[in-house]
């Protein structure tokens, strides 16, 4: 199907392991953007990528891995699962960033418990 | 630092009636406001996009204004239906124009 999704959509892991959380978008679109949603502080930005090989930080990067490869995929690594990492994952692209008409399209989300 | 705030958390209507979500922001030197729907559990479905030089953007029952001199964005929900119940958000891009900023939503819950 066409559009954006994620895997797994839910995922329980304990501490100190490694998780990869995939996104796959269908679009051709240039950028990806991975983001995190929790109680409280709503969603916020991990990381984003301009297009393949090119990622940058975003507001809350630290112990998050991200490559782009391939235009249509963007994984992104907890390198050493910690409990506050216990989070819903949202996956999101859209052809351009700001000063367009480019809206953000986002996945289903992934839901991980860290235990 | 941009900061997005949509008052009220929770609203409860009943069928029919119309009503507006409010969302305010406080750099007023936006880029893109895109309003967002998420069901519980879902992921985020997008509504309306304004662009910085429009003063509003429409679809179906929706309307979203923008006034980026008072720094305050409103979806305008006509006709409400219990479908629409759902948390709204609403976004701005941070001042590098490179990631959404958003707020904590509105969650509508709309009885019949």
């Known amino acids: 199907d066409a559009g954006i999704t994620q895997s797994p959509r839910y995922k329980i892991t304990e501490t100190g392991r490694q998780v990869t959380l995939m996104c796959h978008q269908t679009?051709?679109?240039?950028?990806m953007f991975w983001y995190r949603q929790d109680l409280g502080h709503g969603l916020r930005l991990i990381y984003y990528s301009a297009a393949a090989d090119i990622t940058d930080k975003g507001e809350v990067p630290d112990g998050y891995v991200v490559s782009r490869s391939k235009t249509e995929n963007f994984p992104l690594t907890l390198e050493s699962a910690t409990r506050s990492q216990t989070s819903v994952y949202f996956c999101?692209?859209?052809?351009?960033?700001?000063?367009?008409?480019?809206?953000?399209?986002f996945g289903p989300g992934t839901r991980l418990t860290v235990l | 630092k941009q900061e997005v705030t949509q008052i009220p958390a929770a609203l409860s209507v009943p069928e029919g009636e119309n009503l507006v979500l409010n969302c305010s922001f406080t750099?007023?030197?936006?880029?893109?406001l895109q309003w967002f729907r998420q069901d519980p559990g879902k992921g985020l479905t997008s509504l309306l996009l304004?662009?910085?030089?429009?003063r509003e953007q429409t679809s179906g029952r929706l309307n979203a204004s923008l006034d980026k001199s008072s720094g305050r964005s409103t979806l305008y929900i006509a006709a409400s239906q219990p479908g629409d119940s759902a948390t709204y958000l609403c976004a701005v891009f941070n001042q590098a124009g490179t990631a959404l900023i958003f707020g904590k939503g509105t969650t509508l819950s709309v009885s019949s």
């Open positions: 679009w051709s679109h240039s950028y």
């Open positions: 999101a692209s859209s052809l351009g960033l700001a000063g367009g008409y480019n809206e953000q399209f």
């Open positions: 304004i662009q910085s030089s429009q």
């Open positions: 750099d007023s030197a936006i880029y893109n």
